[in-house]
Protein backbone atom coordinates (compact mmCIF):
# COMPACT_ATOMS: atom_id res chain seq x y z
CA UNK A 1 0.00 0.00 0.00
CA UNK A 2 3.01 2.57 0.82
CA UNK A 3 3.78 2.09 -2.76
CA UNK A 4 0.44 2.72 -4.12
CA UNK A 5 0.43 5.54 -2.06
CA UNK A 6 3.66 6.96 -2.93
CA UNK A 7 2.46 6.13 -6.61
CA UNK A 8 -0.90 8.47 -6.05
CA UNK A 9 1.35 11.58 -5.39
CA UNK A 10 3.84 11.00 -8.76
CA UNK A 11 0.19 11.83 -10.59
CA UNK A 12 0.90 15.00 -10.76
CA UNK A 13 -1.86 16.53 -8.05
CA UNK A 14 -0.88 20.06 -7.09
CA UNK A 15 -3.52 21.17 -5.05
CA UNK A 16 -4.01 25.07 -3.91
CA UNK A 17 -7.30 25.03 -1.96
CA UNK A 18 -8.62 28.58 -1.64
CA UNK A 19 -12.30 27.48 -0.97
CA UNK A 20 -11.23 25.57 1.80
CA UNK A 21 -9.56 28.22 3.70
CA UNK A 22 -12.94 30.07 3.37
CA UNK A 23 -15.02 30.78 6.38
CA UNK A 24 -16.31 27.73 7.51
CA UNK A 25 -20.23 29.03 7.14
CA UNK A 26 -19.57 28.83 3.51
CA UNK A 27 -18.50 25.14 3.30
CA UNK A 28 -18.79 21.84 4.91
CA UNK A 29 -15.44 19.43 5.54
CA UNK A 30 -16.73 16.25 4.27
CA UNK A 31 -14.81 13.16 2.72
CA UNK A 32 -15.96 11.03 0.28
CA UNK A 33 -18.23 7.79 1.06
CA UNK A 34 -15.72 4.66 0.34
CA UNK A 35 -17.18 2.95 -2.04
CA UNK A 36 -17.30 -1.11 -2.28
CA UNK A 37 -15.28 -2.89 -5.26
CA UNK A 38 -15.49 0.34 -7.47
CA UNK A 39 -15.54 0.13 -11.37
CA UNK A 40 -14.06 2.70 -13.98
CA UNK A 41 -16.45 2.82 -16.86
CA UNK A 42 -15.03 5.74 -19.08
CA UNK A 43 -11.47 7.19 -18.34
CA UNK A 44 -11.04 10.64 -20.21
CA UNK A 45 -6.84 10.31 -21.46
CA UNK A 46 -7.09 14.09 -23.15
CA UNK A 47 -8.72 15.96 -20.03
CA UNK A 48 -5.94 14.54 -17.86
CA UNK A 49 -3.22 15.53 -20.19
CA UNK A 50 -5.14 19.18 -20.35
CA UNK A 51 -4.61 18.78 -15.91
CA UNK A 52 -0.96 17.83 -16.31
CA UNK A 53 -1.93 14.29 -14.61
CA UNK A 54 -0.46 11.12 -15.39
CA UNK A 55 -1.97 8.14 -14.73
CA UNK A 56 -0.25 5.48 -16.32
CA UNK A 57 2.36 5.54 -13.01
CA UNK A 58 -0.25 3.56 -11.06
CA UNK A 59 -1.59 0.25 -12.22
CA UNK A 60 -5.33 0.53 -13.90
CA UNK A 61 -6.80 -1.36 -10.94
CA UNK A 62 -6.58 1.29 -8.93
CA UNK A 63 -8.36 4.28 -11.09
CA UNK A 64 -11.40 3.18 -9.95
CA UNK A 65 -10.25 3.42 -5.93
CA UNK A 66 -8.94 7.19 -6.89
CA UNK A 67 -12.54 8.18 -8.75
CA UNK A 68 -14.60 6.87 -6.63
CA UNK A 69 -13.05 8.91 -3.55
CA UNK A 70 -11.86 5.62 -1.75
CA UNK A 71 -8.18 6.57 -1.91
CA UNK A 72 -7.59 10.26 -1.89
CA UNK A 73 -4.76 12.20 -3.57
CA UNK A 74 -2.22 13.77 -0.65
CA UNK A 75 -2.95 17.42 0.03
CA UNK A 76 -6.51 17.30 -0.78
CA UNK A 77 -8.79 19.33 1.13
CA UNK A 78 -12.13 17.81 0.95
CA UNK A 79 -15.51 19.98 1.46
CA UNK A 80 -18.91 20.37 0.51
CA UNK A 81 -19.91 24.22 -0.34
CA UNK A 82 -22.52 25.99 1.18
CA UNK A 83 -24.82 28.59 -0.78
CA UNK A 84 -28.08 30.20 -0.77
CA UNK A 85 -30.53 30.78 -3.48
CA UNK A 86 -34.51 31.21 -4.32
CA UNK A 87 -36.28 28.22 -4.67
CA UNK A 88 -39.67 27.50 -4.91
CA UNK A 89 -40.91 31.10 -3.97
CA UNK A 90 -38.45 30.66 -0.71
CA UNK A 91 -34.99 32.24 -0.29
CA UNK A 92 -33.32 29.69 1.13
CA UNK A 93 -30.08 27.80 2.38
CA UNK A 94 -28.49 25.22 0.07
CA UNK A 95 -25.45 23.49 -0.86
CA UNK A 96 -23.67 20.22 -2.66
CA UNK A 97 -25.78 18.30 -2.12
CA UNK A 98 -24.06 14.84 -3.54
CA UNK A 99 -20.63 16.59 -4.58
CA UNK A 100 -17.85 16.88 -2.52
CA UNK A 101 -14.87 18.94 -3.79
CA UNK A 102 -11.13 17.14 -3.41
CA UNK A 103 -9.05 19.92 -4.14
CA UNK A 104 -8.34 23.09 -6.43
CA UNK A 105 -5.70 21.83 -9.01
CA UNK A 106 -3.15 23.50 -10.59
CA UNK A 107 -2.04 22.68 -13.96
CA UNK A 108 1.87 23.03 -15.31
CA UNK A 109 0.18 25.98 -17.01
CA UNK A 110 -1.06 27.47 -13.51
CA UNK A 111 -5.07 27.18 -14.46
CA UNK A 112 -6.80 26.66 -11.75
CA UNK A 113 -9.73 23.87 -11.95
CA UNK A 114 -11.80 22.14 -9.26
CA UNK A 115 -11.91 18.83 -8.86
CA UNK A 116 -15.11 17.33 -7.40
CA UNK A 117 -16.43 13.84 -7.13
CA UNK A 118 -20.47 13.48 -7.74
CA UNK A 119 -22.59 11.35 -5.98
CA UNK A 120 -19.95 10.97 -3.70
CA UNK A 121 -22.34 10.48 -0.55
CA UNK A 122 -24.71 12.79 1.91
CA UNK A 123 -23.29 15.84 3.15
CA UNK A 124 -25.05 18.33 5.37
CA UNK A 125 -26.78 19.85 2.47
CA UNK A 126 -28.53 16.59 0.87
CA UNK A 127 -31.72 17.37 3.03
CA UNK A 128 -33.78 14.01 2.58
CA UNK A 129 -31.40 12.12 -0.57
CA UNK A 130 -28.57 10.17 0.42
CA UNK A 131 -26.00 11.82 -1.35
CA UNK A 132 -24.97 8.97 -4.34
CA UNK A 133 -26.21 8.89 -8.36
CA UNK A 134 -26.58 6.68 -10.23
CA UNK A 135 -24.51 5.71 -13.50
CA UNK A 136 -27.38 6.69 -16.28
CA UNK A 137 -27.38 10.35 -15.38
CA UNK A 138 -24.17 10.69 -14.74
CA UNK A 139 -23.00 9.31 -18.08
CA UNK A 140 -25.51 11.86 -19.85
CA UNK A 141 -23.70 14.60 -17.45
CA UNK A 142 -20.22 13.41 -19.03
CA UNK A 143 -21.87 13.46 -22.66
CA UNK A 144 -23.28 16.73 -22.75
CA UNK A 145 -20.21 18.38 -20.63
CA UNK A 146 -17.61 16.86 -23.80
CA UNK A 147 -20.30 17.88 -26.40
CA UNK A 148 -19.90 21.94 -24.75
CA UNK A 149 -16.56 21.39 -24.69
CA UNK A 150 -16.42 20.78 -27.94
CA UNK A 151 -18.23 23.73 -29.03
Not at 9 to 14: F, L, M, P, Y
Not at 15 to 22: E, I, K, Q
Amino acid sequence: MNKLISNISKIGWCFDNTYARLPEIMLSRIAPLPVKDPKLVIFNHDLSKELSLDFSVIEDNFLPSIFSGSLLPQKSECIAQAYAGHQFGYFTMLGDGRAIIIGEHLTKNNKRVDIQFKGSGKTPYSRNADGRAALGPMLREYIISEAMHGL
